[in-house]
């Protein structure tokens, strides 16, 4: 067979898939208990609604998207985020007032692939829609952090910074051209580039690091507004006890954001893809994709490289393995009764002999081995010299506690 996954994406299959499914069952739970419903949004939106909601200078636009005519003549694009499209789907909802979602999904770039960096990639959620509150903010920088650390990632350093509005953000993205109009010969050609279609981006760069430490800082020139709401979820994060550093440079990839903006930064990761997550407030999206004026706050998190950040994450994903000396069809009969139970237990179907069947018990590294011997009872055997013989009614009690 000559065919391999494409360039960029991952076949995601047991054991490794079991800590996935871990994770993407804890989101669930965490993003409930947040009060965020699901949305489950179309992998695939008008090109135009990316390039106006996005931003047409930024890289996600210019380089990244997959973008095609489909039979009836219409530019679609792979959606590369989720935010545009669910500021869509509120705004078509017709609903008034606050709205909350979450989401899990794919997502699509055309990115040079490496480690954590993937063309499909797999991003989970949230969007808190029409309101200006920086408690909402604050929630969702909370439900972030809450979510990654307890999925075990305890290396995780949380950044913040407000980028400002369009009233005080155009004043210092000046003070800032001219900064790096004066700095043109020292910066990278990346960085000189976009000193006139977008300056903020330099302040991402990491070679160009040293030229820019004494860049004028957004933080510096906010309006009273901007600067009001930023301490209050300063404020507000403290007072939840969650840690986090200021990190005046961070701008973010996609031009919608105002104010707040933040990353869950995985250290031990490498730099190139150690954002393991961010997000931030965008209250002229929905204008910028022709909708009423709708302010938001929201964030996504990148499951490929929590999960490398996670290190080696293989997982038995049953209970047990049911050994039949009876044959498969009392297996399966057996096995349908601890099914019932709640006990996560694969059997043998094709017939193959008790020795072949411990066999595959072991190589699926299942806790406890279940032998039926056709007498109504089972033989759990967690170890050698472990073994416990129980009826079959009673045996999901086995596996509680
Ligand atoms: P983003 O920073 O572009 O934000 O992506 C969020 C996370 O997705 C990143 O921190 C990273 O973990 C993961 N990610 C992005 N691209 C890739 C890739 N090529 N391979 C692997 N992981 C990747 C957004 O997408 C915004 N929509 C977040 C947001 C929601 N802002 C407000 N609401």
Redesign the pocket.
């Known amino acids: 067979m000559s065919f391999q996954p494409p360039k960029g994406t991952d076949d995601v299959i047991a054991p490794a898939s079991q800590a996935w499914r871990e994770a993407l069952r804890s989101w669930e739970t965490w993003s409930e208990r947040y009060g965020y419903p699901l949305i489950s949004l179309p992998l695939f939106e008008a090109t135009d609604l990316f390039e106006r909601g996005v931003g047409d200078t930024t890289e996600v636009v210019t380089k990244q998207m997959y973008t095609f005519t489909d039979q009836g003549g219409r530019s679609v694009t792979l959606r590369p ?3 545009a499209g669910a500021v869509r789907a509120y705004l078509n909802s017709g609903h008034q007032g606050v709205w909350k979602g979450a989401y899990s999904g794919p997502f699509f ?1 055309y ?1 040079r692939p490496q480690a ?3 063309r499909q ?1 797999w ?1 989970v ?1 949230v ?1 808190y829609l029409d309101t200006s509150s920086p408690v909402a903010d604050t929630e969702v920088v909370e439900l972030g952090y809450r979510f990654i650390t307890s999925l075990g990632l305890s290396e995780v350093d949380l950044l913040i910074n407000s980028i400002g509005d369009p009233n005080c953000r155009p004043g210092y993205v000046e003070e800032l051209r001219s900064y790096l109009r004066d700095k043109e010969p020292e910066l990278s050609t990346v960085s000189a580039d976009l000193i006139d279609r977008n300056p903020l981006r330099v302040l991402d760069s990491r070679i160009d690091r040293d030229v820019l430490v004494d860049a004028p800082r957004m933080v510096d020139h906010l309006c009273d507004a901007c600067a009001v709401h930023y301490k209050a979820v300063k404020d507000g994060l403290s007072g939840l006890q969650i840690p986090y550093s200021e990190d005046p440079n961070l701008v ?3 031009d919608y954001y105002t104010r707040t903006a933040f ?1 869950y930064v995985a250290t031990g990761l490498d730099a190139a893809q150690n ?6 407030r ?1 209250d002229g999206l929905a204008e910028a994709i022709g909708g009423r004026p709708t302010p938001g706050v ?5 499951l ?2 929590i999960m490398l950040a996670l290190g080696d994450p293989e997982r038995a994903y049953l209970d047990a393995y049911l050994v039949s000396e009876t044959g498969p069809e009392d297996a399966l009969r057996v096995a349908s009764q601890l099914r019932l139970q709640g006990v996560r237990v694969d059997l043998d179907a094709e017939g193959r002999s008790v020795k072949a069947q411990f066999r595959t018990a072991r190589r699926l590294e299942v806790p406890v081995v279940l032998v039926w011997k056709g007498d109504g009872h089972l033989v759990g055997v967690q170890t050698e010299s472990e073994r416990a013989e129980l009826p079959l009614q009673e045996v999901s009690n086995w596996f509680k506690g």
């Open positions: 985020e989720g935010t770039r990115e954590g960096r993937r990639f991003q959620g969007e973010r990839g996609l990353e954002a393991v997550g961010g997000g931030g965008y929201g964030f996504a998190l990148g490929d490289r």
